[in-house]
């Protein structure tokens, strides 16, 4: 029973442009989302993230959307760059304090082309 | 750097060894969490401790699997007489515990079992 559904397994940007990653969750006691990015052989890294009592968090060039009544989370990278390239995680909690443990999808590769 | 510490960063044991996995959380970080990733999925929760704590172990297998974090040193997961099935990337993660502080991540160990 997969939770946290990332479909797009790859997304393939042009540099400066934006990039748009998509997560769906089915959850809806989930109070708690996450984006990390991963390089290959390292760990993921924390990126932003939202509580489920807000729509919209901004941090510099990462801008996460969440829409509950959809149970659809985006995260938008403007302008995106090649260092951006990677792979990305959605990632979902329950409880509001956070302490508890991480539902991630299965991942979507961004590629960045100069 | 005084973020999450992982060791052996590759590991290889031959069928029916044992396997134990070390890690460090950041420092003032109480919370310990274990994931598994296999190859081209995202990552699986584990176990989540706190010091001397099993706080949830939802998503350890039932037999041959342990954790443990004790008052003094770092988290391991063991892996008591390893199959193939176990090769995978095995990541600790660490949080302070408060609320809307996300966890951070290590490189991860890769087991491979021969």
């Given amino acids: ?114 | 750097n005084a973020g999450v510490m992982q060791n052996p960063r590759h590991l290889v044991r031959r069928r029916g060894q044992e396997a134990r996995l070390r890690c460090s959380p950041m420092k003032g970080h109480s919370h310990v969490y274990w994931y598994r990733q296999l190859p081209e999925e995202g990552l699986k929760f584990m176990v989540y401790l706190q010091k001397e704590n099993i706080i949830d172990e939802s998503g350890m297998p039932k037999e041959r699997f342990s954790a443990e974090f004790p008052k003094e040193g770092p988290s391991i997961l063991r892996i008591q007489q390893v199959v193939r099935g176990d090769s995978a990337a095995y990541f600790c993660a660490s949080s302070p515990g408060d609320q809307g502080q996300p966890q951070h991540f290590g490189d991860g160990t890769r087991l491979s079992i021969l």
């Fill in chain 1, 1 to 114: 029973d997969q939770q946290v559904k990332q479909n797009s397994p790859s997304l393939s940007v042009q540099e400066g442009r934006i990039s748009i990653l998509n997560c769906d969750y089915t959850n809806s006691m989930f109070d708690y989302f996450l984006w990390y990015k991963k390089y290959p052989a390292e760990g993921p890294t924390f990126l932003i993230s939202i509580s489920s009592i807000k729509d919209k968090n901004e941090d510099g060039r990462f801008t996460v959307f969440l829409n509950k009544s959809a149970k659809h989370l985006s995260l938008h990278i403007v302008p995106s760059q090649p260092g951006d390239s990677a792979v990305y995680f959605c990632a979902a909690s329950l409880g509001s304090s956070n302490t508890g443990k991480l539902i991630f999808g299965q991942g979507t590769t961004l590629q960045v082309k100069p």
